[in-house]
């Protein structure tokens, strides 16, 4: 499997990987796109000085922000046309289910800023775009957190693969620590999202 994903991160079809893979994790949290992104940039750190790059790393970090905000727009208009099939669907996942009973009430009271810790903690992207459609919240409010989501997950995950390579000297060791990074950061969006609100709710 390493073989197969070192292969992969050092092909030009890594792009189109990450993109599919970030596209579709709003509807499949269990895609591990955060990992892959992690993977490809410390590819491109080990890369460093090669002449033939693969992959790039500013074209990696547009592809995996711009598909961030590609996937949350898709799920966000299903979820305003949808009706009883996805609520359906949504109850068939146990951890959309889990996620949105311990999400909805605190996206509610966070308003825009809290779009943005959602997209780092686990399934939070899924049941912020999917509740923004469903309660039909207006594509001018939700789109320009969404935009600022993918952003800032993206040069987060981006930066982890580099820099740990960098510094740590071998891709597998920067992954290795990167990836941890990764779901520390998830934990900590996950508590940030369900601890009580000290203040009247905002919009």
Same mark, same amino acid.
């Given at each position: 499997? +390493?073989?197969?994903? *070192?292969?992969?991160? /050092?092909?030009?079809?890594?792009? @189109?990987?990450? @993109?599919?893979?970030?596209?579709?994790?709003?509807?499949?949290?269990?895609?591990?796109?955060? %990992? +892959?992104?992690?993977?490809?940039? /410390?590819?491109?750190?080990?890369?460093? *000085?090669?002449?033939?790059?693969?992959?790039?790393?500013?074209?990696?970090?547009?592809?995996?922000?711009?598909?961030? &905000?590609?996937?949350?727009?898709?799920?966000?208009?299903?979820?305003?046309? #949808? #009706?009883?099939?996805?609520?359906?669907?949504?109850?068939?996942?146990?951890? +959309?289910?889990?996620?949105?009973?311990?999400?909805?009430?605190?996206?509610?009271?966070? #308003?825009?800023?809290?779009?943005?810790?959602?997209?780092? $903690?686990?399934?939070?992207?899924?049941?912020?775009?999917?509740?923004? *459609?469903?309660?039909?919240?207006?594509?001018?409010?939700?789109?320009? !957190?969404?935009?600022?989501?993918?952003?800032? !997950? $993206?040069?987060?995950?981006?930066?982890?693969?580099?820099?740990?390579?960098? !510094? +740590? #000297?071998?891709? !597998?060791? *920067?992954? /290795? &620590?990167? &990836?941890?990074?990764?779901? /520390?950061?998830?934990?900590? $969006?996950?508590?940030? %999202?369900?601890?009580?609100?000290?203040?009247?709710?905002?919009?």
């Amino acid at each position: 499997m +390493l073989e197969t994903l *070192g292969s992969l991160t /050092a092909s030009p079809w890594i792009y @189109a990987a990450v @993109a599919v893979s970030v596209l579709l994790d709003v509807f499949l949290p269990v895609l591990p796109s955060g %990992v +892959l992104v992690i993977s490809a940039a /410390a590819a491109a750190a080990a890369a460093t *000085g090669s002449p033939a790059q693969v992959p790039d790393i500013r074209l990696l970090l547009v592809i995996a922000a711009t598909s961030s &905000v590609l996937g949350d727009m898709a799920a966000y208009r299903l979820a305003r046309r #949808g #009706g009883a099939r996805l609520d359906r669907a949504v109850a068939r996942s146990r951890r +959309l289910t889990r996620a949105q009973d311990r999400l909805g009430t605190a996206l509610v009271r966070g #308003g825009g800023a809290l779009v943005v810790i959602a997209r780092f $903690a686990p399934a939070g992207r899924s049941v912020v775009s999917l509740g923004a *459609g469903r309660t039909r919240r207006k594509l001018s409010e939700f789109l320009p !957190w969404s935009v600022l989501a993918g952003m800032s !997950w $993206a040069s987060y995950s981006v930066s982890l693969g580099w820099f740990g390579t960098q !510094w +740590l #000297g071998t891709a !597998w060791l *920067g992954t /290795a &620590v990167s &990836v941890v990074a990764l779901f /520390a950061a998830g934990s900590l $969006a996950a508590y940030l %999202v369900r601890r009580p609100s000290p203040g009247p709710a905002t919009a």
